[in-house]
């Protein structure tokens, strides 16, 4: 068994004097954790004895301690060697110094044990444990030892501990007179008056830094580590992505591209690049078109009609549509095939608007015979009584959500084996759910199960990834046409931009909002289009997806949404944090907005005069909201930022002719989906409900291992996987093993599974949970017999020999190596009747979903509703359009906070992907179909140069339909849109100016400016 621990720490003794002690066997020794005695072999080698004891295994070891390595004044290194308790073990300790500015020494510390041997069937589960116990013992007395002005014993006690004689030892006090302890009063203060001091506020913003690395890194041996498990290997930069993955004998595949948005491909000629040294094979269109079938379609007819295969057949739908791949011994060769490859083709007329797709002048797919692949009604309630009744009515002409996307660290990536003699695939590639292997089963005619989909970690994923599957099944039939040979795809930056999954857009036409003499929204009609690019793939879902928020945060109860989605020449769309809900979101909070100012009440008031206030509460389509309190949301979001002195600010900047707003946005983050909710778009849909599992096991060891029925890509799942498990079991977090990423050779999984629609939290959690339940039943009956105890008188917990069953109130137990040696390695003492246990255990959560009713579209479509508010306050130049941000607060609740540090994470980076999108972030098309944001060059991605200052608060609201009251966090993204138009048009409201879309660029705002039609977009009727 290997153990490695590594940390630092900074002493304010001079890096000499350190390395002086350090690299003294002599003063070193007796720092060991229950040192008992020594003497020198050598000048570098010691025999030390130290006691060792684990529970009530107990013994003394001898060690032969050597100084392999004395490197003045900047490292220190010593092997021990030797054997304790039937065992035999190895160690190694490895000091380098830096010095610090103060005069101080940091010293980055690692350690190393290695033990064979039956001492480790004695320890069980709790050697690690242990081992870090004893290097925390040992880190602590180096700190204390090596602080200056340490105060020291007076007299040498009869019998003193190792800590004392360590400090004694330190300041050479065995070869000074007894006398000589008695330092001149002050003579502490003259030494330390002689290092150089950093002035006090340097000193505190120093050690605050460290303090915030240490504990990012999960270093800080003197405090319990608050980080997620997974940021030792990824902060440290040791984490797997596909691109590092790097099989024996991989070929490079590079893709040759569509310059066209719409076009027909007339001849391709790949002879010169079939030619090259180093390329392997050319594939094609027509080639493979025979080698598989058409993806499946979710949607029902017309949809189910496209044809989508891995590369362009007979012609190209969007600028970037692959239409050759090449694969060659390198990715440099294979890009320079690329170019060798000649295609002809001939142009067709280009859709790009919804608009223009409507007409159906020009089809993207003509066995469609449309370019709407799917249109349906949203209902509820008596519209014609509510409008008729209202005192206002206030139309809105048009509003526009853009096109944005997300910029992963790691984009799309897939390396693929095709095994002819297992017949199946084997992938490691950055998807996040299940469903792709469907996909690629159907269209490659392969048996699921013979498809091994593995990830490590995914380099971000925010839902785009799901749309990864064709390029996993043209890596795939490149990697059979070469033999079988590994073939990698790793998607450029300028390539993710171009064809990459994109966000989808979606515009809002003849909206209509009934309001009462108090303006309260009695009702609302409005006709939506969203733009899904070229293909559907995952669409139609988002087609439905949107009303799990039908209402928003709001009371309405009277609503016709007429909804259509449309195809163009646009790259394809694909899921986007808050995928689909999130446009209609801002949609929703755009018309509050929009009619709180034309009928000239406050944006709070507005809001507390129309929020939902009962809780849980069921919506018009039969959603049900779980828990929450918006009020106390905006409340608490406008003490946060001090929301009456910034109104105070805003008339004064507004006297002085500044464009200053102040803005509200509140979001609803729906997790955990109802699939059954295909049926409202496809009635003949396959798909119900929602199924996640986990399996937890007791390995032979004794340790406790979990692998999770979802994709890892930045929730924590190491971390707080381990929470739940250790919480149920009475043990620590470090004690539990959570598989690092998904493999399904190894991972319990179903076709629902995946990190999606922040479902983790809820359903993964719950699963783990339920997978634990069992493990827990599995030992008590063990322990029950072993202990000769009934199951009601024992508990879980830590004891001297680390994790164990005990009988409650007694010092009889048994530790889990034990339960686990009862039924892998010494099971015939086992009574018959429990001899069917083997501590490997599997659960699947299924929520308590029924299948909606297709005709009239109402039944539950999600499980949980986590809640935002966010508040900002900006100002506007009104020379260049740019936007200020003042200002910026969330608060948030997302029922029971599992992890906090996690749930800030989270919030930080939602926000920062709202801002990104708000402002800077997007991606637009020209007439004839070019991406004009091909590349980091024209399309801004958020960073930490552009983040505010955010200013957080929680509170929670545990939700009863989940078993720990949590909501999940993760959709949260959206708010930030709602904020920023807000307090745009909190602050243009003055010049005539509507806020119509969801991008406020410098350059939107600055042509609004100059062409101010409020009165054009936007009418009221007032009937009171």
Excluded at 889 to 909: A, F, S
Aim: proline letters at 5%.
């Amino acid at each position: 068994m290997e153990m490695k621990f590594d940390g630092s720490f900074d002493v304010d003794l001079p890096r000499n004097e350190v390395f002086e002690i350090l690299s003294d066997p002599r003063k070193f020794a007796p720092m060991l954790p229950t040192f008992h005695s020594m003497e020198m072999k050598d000048d570098r080698t010691a025999l030390v004895r130290i006691k060792v004891g684990i529970g009530r295994i107990s013994g003394t070891a001898s060690t032969e301690l050597t100084l392999e390595e004395a490197d003045a004044p900047v490292r220190a290194r010593y092997v021990g060697r030797g054997k304790v308790m039937q065992g035999a073990y190895q160690m190694i300790s490895a000091f380098d110094l830096e010095a610090m500015p103060n005069g101080g020494t940091r010293i980055n510390w690692m350690g190393e044990t290695q033990l064979v041997g039956k001492i480790l069937s004695l320890a069980g589960g709790g050697l690690r444990g242990y081992a870090e116990k004893e290097i925390n013992r040992l880190i602590g007395s180096l700190q204390e030892g090596l602080t200056p002005g340490a105060e020291l014993p007076k007299a040498k006690p009869k019998h003193e501990g190792w800590l004392a004689r360590s400090i004694r030892r330190l300041r050479h006090q065995d070869d000074q007179p007894q006398a000589a302890e008695e330092a001149p009063e002050g003579a502490a203060q003259q030494g330390a008056e002689t290092l150089a001091q950093q002035p006090q506020e340097v000193q505190v913003i120093q050690k605050e830094a460290r303090q915030r690395i240490a504990q990012a890194l999960g270093v800080n041996r003197q405090q319990k580590p608050l980080s997620r498990k997974e940021d030792n290997r990824l902060i440290r930069g040791r984490g797997l992505f596909v691109d590092d993955y790097k099989p024996g004998g991989t070929l490079h595949m590079a893709l040759v591209r569509s310059p066209y948005a719409h076009a027909k491909i007339l001849n391709i000629d790949t002879s010169a690049a079939d030619a090259l040294p180093g390329v392997f094979c050319t594939l094609s269109g027509d080639e493979i078109s025979k080698q598989c079938q058409p993806f499946l379609q979710i949607g029902p007819e017309p949809c189910d009609a496209i044809k989508d295969y891995p590369l362009a057949v007979g012609k190209v739908r969007y600028q970037g549509d692959p239409v050759v791949a090449v694969v060659a011994e390198s990715l440099r060769l294979a890009q320079d095939a690329v170019q060798l490859v000649e295609v002809e083709y001939e142009t067709l007329d280009v859709i790009i608007t919804c608009e223009q797709a409507l007409q159906n002048d020009v089809l993207i797919h003509e066995e469609m015979g449309t370019n709407t692949d799917w249109q349906g009604v949203y209902e509820y309630g008596d519209l014609d009584k509510a409008f008729s009744e209202a005192a206002h009515i206030v139309k809105i002409d048009k509003l526009h959500f853009h096109r944005f996307g997300s910029t992963a660290v790691e984009p799309n990536a897939v390396v693929a084996t095709w095994d002819d003699s297992l017949g199946g695939i084997d992938y490691l590639a950055n998807t996040i759910m299940t469903i792709p292997i469907t996909m690629i089963s159907m269209a490659l005619g392969v048996s699921a199960d013979r498809i091994r989909l593995r990830t490590h970690d995914i380099g971000g994923s925010f839902g785009n990834k799901i749309g990864n599957y064709p390029y996993m099944a043209l890596a795939a039939l490149a990697s059979r046409k070469t033999g079988g040979r590994p073939v990698k795809w790793v998607e450029t930056r300028s390539e993710h931009m171009q064809a990459g999954s994109q966000g989808s857009e979606r515009s809002y036409f003849d909206t209509e909002v009934a309001l009462d003499e108090n303006g309260v929204i009695t009702a609302l009609k409005s006709r939506h289009v969203d733009d899904c690019g070229a293909y559907p793939r995952y669409e139609p879902l988002g087609c439905v997806i949107w009303s799990q928020v039908l209402p928003a945060a709001y009371k309405l109860r009277n609503m016709r949404i007429d909804f259509s989605q449309v195809v163009t020449n646009k790259g394809p769309a694909a899921p986007n944090r808050g995928y689909s809900r999130l446009p209609h979101m801002w949609f929703m909070e755009r018309v509050v907005d929009i009619c709180a100012h034309k009928l000239d009440i406050p944006a709070d008031e507005m809001r507390l005069r129309n929020y939902i206030r009962d809780f849980p509460y069921e919506t018009p389509n039969g959603c049900v909201y779980d828990s929450g309190d918006f009020v106390a949301l905006l409340n608490k979001a406008k003490d946060l930022i001090g929301w009456d002195e910034w109104q105070q600010k805003r008339e004064k900047a507004k006297k002085e002719g500044r464009l200053m707003g102040i803005g509200i946005g509140t979001t609803l983050d729906s997790g955990t989906n109802n699939f059954g909710q295909s049926v409202i778009v496809n009635p003949d849909s396959p798909f119900s409900g929602n199924a996640v599992p986990a399996m937890i096991k007791l390995d032979i060891d004794g340790s406790v291992s979990v692998a999770v029925g979802s994709f890892p890509h930045g929730q924590g799942h190491e971390t707080v996987v381990s929470q739940v498990v250790a919480e149920e079991l009475g043990i620590t977090p470090e004690m539990v093993n959570v598989a690092v990423g998904f493999d399904t050779a190894r991972n319990v999984h179903s076709g629902q599974c995946g990190t999606y629609a922040s479902q983790f939290a809820v359903t993964g959690l719950s699963a783990v949970h339920g997978a634990t339940e069992m493990l827990k039943k599995e030992l008590k009956e063990l322990a029950a017999f072993s202990l000769e105890a009934a199951e009601d008188d024992l508990e879980f917990g830590l004891g001297d020999m680390g994790p164990e069953v005990r009988v409650k109130g007694t010092d009889r137990g048994i530790n889990f190596w034990a339960l686990s040696n009862l039924v892998n390695a010494n099971s015939a003492r086992l009574p018959q009747a429990l001899r069917s246990l083997n501590l490997n255990c599997r659960y699947t959560y299924r929520p308590p979903f029924e299948v909606p009713d297709p005709e009239s579209k109402f039944g539950n479509l999600t499980l949980t509703y986590a809640m935002q508010t966010h508040l900002a306050v900006v100002e506007i130049d009104p020379h260049t359009g740019q936007v200020k941000i003042l200002d910026y607060g969330i608060v948030d609740d997302c029922g029971k906070m599992i992890n906090p540090m996690i749930v800030e994470g989270q919030l930080h980076g939602g926000a920062a992907h709202g801002l990104g999108a708000a402002l800077l972030e997007n991606l637009p098309y020209d007439e004839s179909g070019n991406v004009l944001a091909g590349s980091f060059t024209d399309y801004a991605p958020i960073t930490i140069n552009n983040v505010p200052k955010l200013k957080l608060d929680h509170m929670e609201s545990p939700s009863p339909f989940s078993y720990n009251g949590a909501k999940g966090m993760g959709e949260g993204g959206g708010a930030p849109l709602h904020a920023i138009s807000s307090a745009v048009q909190d602050a243009l409201i003055d010049k005539g100016i509507i806020v119509r879309g969801s991008h406020c660029s410098p350059n939107r705002i600055f042509e609004m400016l100059q062409q101010p039609d409020g009165d054009q977009v936007v009418t009221v009727e007032r009937r009171a």
